[in-house]
């Protein structure tokens, strides 16, 4: 599978001199994709830009601009950190605001809600937080309608109740809802003294039902009896009050707090994310050291980790997006430092990161794998953390990411940017285009392994096997269509 990756097809980078990347991308309803930008320029695209904008750019069904807009006002700018298309077309955006003359601002930055048309021009905005600083992590739209939020903050007053006081970078856990139009309905601050920050984004398993995952070092307050010392996930389920149903805690000697992603597939909790190739209860491969890309599955009901499964190599390596085609194939996008095992190769030797795609099968099994990115000594996460989406569209397949600027174009897969030599910190928002079809892995040898009679069939259908018994076989049956 090393040697079937797809090609790519075409880039292109949108920024300025300084720090640009892309936050988030999603398919749109008109069969395009909507995508938000960050960045700091005031050049390149952003002549004119005099405050941080929240920066939205959307694509038609080709992947060519349709339109594009900045979202701020003289003293306020947006984060647009997710975004979430509602059955009647229009957009949120789930963030952060910050700004002397931001509306309803509560302190140094704060959870932000945005609502656009389909056109991109805004509906409402609020801001939830406390006079220290918040930092957004995930949201969901809810069955009912409205909003669950989630992230971390250090400070208490206004919408924080109360915050659990510890050493220096102490963070509590912040969990709320809203209704449709942004109004907050309930707010849970959870951890301890130490660092508790959210794990992935809550899922919605029934109606008003939500299970999601805090990362902690706290062993006091919420976490007193989880009787676990060191690194601690605590995996909980919550009613529609924001009422904690069922719990568990798991060590970090099985799964790190370092998640991307969270889904649900076939009743289990699966995070998208980062492993112990030592973990004690489903190690790596042998062979394979540190960190690894993850897929970490969690029973419904007893929140119990009940599988893990492993990619990577000897190196660091981590997945932080996903998308599903409709065939069941899945994407997983992440970084890694590995040029063994499962990685085709590294830019820069093992001693900075790469961004890396995996694909497998609905199965979980691996179809290909490789590494793309420049040789920068900082990596293509520019000393940074991850940032970015991954989009399957029409066969194929977008990186909206960031691409660490390179003195000189071009840097082994970067072929474009908005140049700045000298600058070592500068970042350009990269959209990378793979195409599947040339994805193609080497034909096995034809094997007769099957006699099927009669074919086309209306009622009995014999099949014999010439496969050893010990071997998995999937059968699939069709209609005429």
């Known amino acids: 599978y090393l040697q ?32 938000t930008i960050q960045s700091i ?48 077309g229009v957009f949120v955006f789930g963030g952060s605001g910050a700004g002397s003359a931001c509306m309803g601002e509560q302190g140094n930055e704060d959870f932000s809600l945005v609502k656009t048309d ?47 006081e510890g ?32 794990v992935g984004n809550p899922v919605e398993v029934t109606r008003g039902r939500y299970i999601i995952s805090i990362g902690s070092t706290s062993t006091d307050h919420d976490l007193a009896g989880s009787g676990i010392t060191g690194g601690t996930r605590w995996i ?11 719990e568990n805690f798991i060590s970090n000697a099985d799964i790190t707090n370092s998640d991307g992603a969270t889904l649900i597939i076939n009743q289990n909790i699966v995070s998208v994310g980062m492993g112990n190739a030592g973990s004690l209860l489903f190690p790596a491969p042998s062979g394979h050291l540190a960190e690894e890309g ?36 899945f994407y997983f996008l992440g970084f890694s430092t590995s040029s063994n095992y499962d990685l085709p190769g590294n830019n820069n030797s093992g001693d900075a990161s790469d961004y890396w795609i995996l694909a497998t099968d609905s199965n979980f099994q691996t179809l290909w794998s490789r590494n793309f990115g ?28 960031k691409s660490t ?44 392994a099957f006699q099927v009679y009669p074919n086309p069939a209306t009622g009995l259908l014999i099949i014999k096997s010439k496969v050893p018994t010990m071997h998995n076989v999937r059968i699939t049956l069709l209609d005429i269509t």
């Open 294 to 329: 993850a897929l970490a599955f969690f029973d419904t009901s007893s929140l119990e980790l009940v599988s893990m499964i492993q990619w990577g190599g000897s190196g660091y390596d981590a997945f932080r997006r996903y998308c599903r085609a409709p065939d069941g194939t």
């Open 374 to 401: 420049g040789a920068d000594d900082c990596g293509d996460l520019a000393c940074s953390q991850f940032d970015g989406a991954l989009v399957y569209k029409d066969n194929m397949l977008y990186a909206f990411v």
């Open 4 to 35: 079937a990756q797809p090609d790519i097809a075409w880039q292109r980078c949108y920024g300025g001199s300084e720090i640009d990347f892309f936050f988030d991308a999603i398919p749109t309803m008109d069969n395009g994709v909507l995508a």
């Open 118 to 164: 389909v056109n991109g021009e805004m509906l409402f905005h609020r801001l939830y937080g406390s006079p220290g600083s918040e930092t957004f992590d995930s949201f969901i739209h809810t069955m009912d309608g409205g909003y669950l939020i989630t992230g971390e903050s250090n400070s208490s007053g206004g919408d924080i109740p109360f915050h659990y």
């Open 405 to 448: 600027v390179p003195d000189v174009l071009p840097d082994m897969d970067i072929q474009c940017g908005h140049l700045n030599p000298g600058e070592d910190t500068d970042t350009d928002a990269w959209l990378v285009a793979f195409d599947l079809s040339t994805a193609i892995p080497e034909a096995d040898e034809p094997v007769d």
């Open 41 to 88: 320029s005031t050049d390149g695209d952003l002549v004119g830009q005099t405050i941080l904008p929240g920066w939205i750019v959307k694509f038609d069904s080709n992947l060519e601009l349709d339109w594009q807009k900045f979202i701020n006002t003289d003293s306020c700018g947006y984060d647009l950190m997710q975004i979430v298309q509602l059955n009647n």
């Open 236 to 246: 909980f389920e919550i009613d529609s009050l924001g009422n904690i149903l069922n």
């Open 167 to 198: 050493d220096m970078g102490s963070t509590d856990a912040i969990i709320f809802k809203t209704d449709s139009i942004g109004n907050l309905l309930w707010l849970r601050n959870l951890g301890g003294s130490g660092y508790d920050g959210i």
